[in-house]
């Protein structure tokens, strides 16, 4: 029966269908319980007010109270970079201040949007080559075109394949 509310104790004396003898003994054992509970949760809400007032007081303000108490807040931060530090990667509009250029790709992971391909620098050494997300290589055709020919070749090389059968 879905739709419908249960059968409860309160409704068995409404039922006719049900015997009369054990309709009121129900009927009332569940309107005892009800009141019980109605009890309890009256109990509770007079406590729970009881002890809300016990935390009250009246406050009175005087003009020059300070409402807000004083929170000393940590100094500004320092620039991290001294006058004899490394000079700026950026400039003051955020533009890269060098560029530096890709001497090579050594290594590709995933593919598609998500590809990333393994930089090795102009004058750095290969251990500190970076992953690059393709997307920042736009200006790179070319050397792109060289990695995907190598790739194809290494490919090749691996499956025995000719370059007359690819």
Same mark, same amino acid.
């Given at each position: 029966?879905?739709?419908?509310?249960?059968? #409860?104790?309160?409704?068995?004396?409404?039922?006719?269908?049900?015997?009369p003898t054990l309709t009121p003994p129900m009927t009332k054992?569940?309107?005892?319980?009800?009141?019980?509970?109605?009890?309890?949760?009256?109990?509770?809400?007079?406590?729970?007010?009881? %002890?809300?007032? #016990?935390?009250?007081?009246?406050?009175?303000?005087?003009?020059?109270?300070?409402?807000?108490?004083?929170?000393?807040?940590?100094? @500004?931060?320092?620039?991290?970079?001294?006058?004899?530090?490394?000079?700026?990667?950026?400039?003051?509009?955020?533009?890269? #201040?060098?560029? %530096?250029?890709?001497?090579?790709?050594?290594?590709?992971?995933?593919?598609?949007?998500?590809?990333?391909?393994?930089?090795?620098?102009?004058?750095?050494?290969?251990?500190?080559?970076?992953?690059?997300? @393709?997307?920042?290589? #736009?200006?790179?055709?070319?050397? =792109?075109?060289?990695?995907?020919?190598?790739?194809?070749?290494? =490919?090749?090389?691996?499956?025995?394949?000719?370059?007359?059968?690819?």
């Amino acid at each position: 029966m879905s739709g419908e509310n249960p059968l #409860t104790a309160a409704d068995l004396d409404i039922v006719g269908a049900l015997a009369p003898t054990l309709t009121p003994p129900m009927t009332k054992l569940f309107r005892q319980l009800c009141d019980r509970a109605e009890s309890h949760i009256l109990k509770a809400k007079w406590q729970q007010k009881y %002890y809300a007032e #016990t935390k009250r007081r009246a406050v009175e303000y005087v003009v020059g109270d300070k409402l807000v108490p004083h929170r000393p807040r940590p100094c @500004a931060l320092v620039p991290s970079a001294a006058d004899a530090a490394w000079p700026p990667i950026h400039d003051a509009a955020g533009n890269p #201040t060098e560029e %530096y250029k890709v001497d090579y790709i050594m290594d590709q992971r995933s593919s598609g949007e998500a590809a990333q391909y393994l930089m090795k620098w102009r004058r750095t050494p290969e251990d500190q080559a970076t992953w690059k997300p @393709a997307h920042h290589l #736009t200006g790179c055709p070319a050397l =792109l075109r060289v990695w995907r020919r190598r790739q194809r070749r290494r =490919l090749r090389a691996r499956n025995n394949i000719g370059p007359s059968e690819a």
